[in-house]
């Protein structure tokens, strides 16, 4: 095995914050692939893994946490005007957000590549981009909103949606947060994952 780093665990990392260990890399895993619950079986951590809480995801702002939308992609919210959606916008930035849905189909984008934070600027404001759509973008895909093209993480929506509200529509209200679905996490840090195989 080899390791370019001068520790085990690749993106797989900890940091030492106030005396806590602290994970400081990914702290869940896609689904759409066994190639990671695969992997944990085979290091015997199988048992470990877990469902995220069906309450949803939460986000560290500025002004302290805050709800990501039960429902959206990359965290636009498929209704501004949900409650979590509200308490983290206020009312002048579900406002804002609510005026996607009027707005043609063009505002946002262009022939050319368009990024998630142009077309989610322009369209929801940018308390939409900065508190729902640029955690999760980091999050999930680890890119700044501003450098990653919507086409390849939300192929033709605009030109088969329009608005970027209508996005979402397929999971009704009443589904799960859509990262429920999506991913698993293991109990206890992340960091330990590395430690089976660097023990051996």
Same mark, same amino acid.
């Not at 919507?150 to 859509?178: F, I, K």
């Given at each position: 095995?080899?390791e370019a780093s001068d520790?085990? +665990?690749?993106?797989v +990392?900890?940091h030492?914050v106030?005396?806590?260990?602290? %994970?400081?890399?990914?702290e869940s895993?896609?689904t759409r692939?066994t190639?990671?619950a /695969?992997l944990?079986? $085979?290091?015997?951590l ?6 995220p809480h069906?309450g ?6 500025p /002004?302290?946490p805050q709800e &990501?939308?039960k ?5 636009i919210?498929a209704?501004?005007w %949900? ?12 406002l804002?957000?609510?005026l $996607?849905?009027?707005?043609p189909?063009?505002?946002?984008s262009?022939? /050319?590549?368009?990024s998630?934070?142009t077309?989610?600027r322009?369209?929801m404001?940018?308390r939409? &981009?900065e ?5 999760v973008?980091? +999050?999930?895909?680890?890119a $700044?909103?501003?450098?990653?093209d919507? /086409?390849m993480?939300a192929?033709?929506c605009?030109?088969?949606c +329009? ?9 009704p ?6 990262? %429920? !679905?999506?991913?698993?996490? !293991?109990t206890?840090p992340?960091?330990r994952?590395?430690d089976?195989?660097?023990a051996?």
């Amino acid at each position: 095995m080899l390791e370019a780093s001068d520790a085990w +665990g690749g993106c797989v +990392g900890s940091h030492t914050v106030g005396g806590l260990g602290l %994970d400081s890399g990914a702290e869940s895993f896609a689904t759409r692939s066994t190639a990671v619950a /695969d992997l944990a079986r $085979d290091l015997g951590l199988s048992g470990n893994i877990v469902a995220p809480h069906p309450g949803g995801a939460w986000v560290q702002l500025p /002004d302290g946490p805050q709800e &990501l939308p039960k429902t959206g992609v990359l965290g636009i919210p498929a209704n501004p005007w %949900d409650p979590e959606v509200r308490r983290s916008l206020g009312f002048a930035g579900s406002l804002r957000a609510s005026l $996607d849905r009027y707005l043609p189909t063009s505002v946002g984008s262009s022939a /050319d590549v368009t990024s998630v934070a142009t077309l989610v600027r322009a369209r929801m404001g940018k308390r939409v &981009l900065e508190r729902l759509v640029a955690p999760v973008v980091g +999050g999930v895909h680890s890119a $700044d909103p501003g450098l990653l093209d919507v /086409d390849m993480v939300a192929p033709a929506c605009v030109r088969h949606c +329009g608005s970027t509200d209508r996005w979402p529509r397929p999971w009704p209200a009443s589904a799960q947060p859509v990262q %429920d !679905k999506l991913l698993q996490s !293991k109990t206890g840090p992340e960091r330990r994952r590395p430690d089976p195989p660097s023990a051996a």
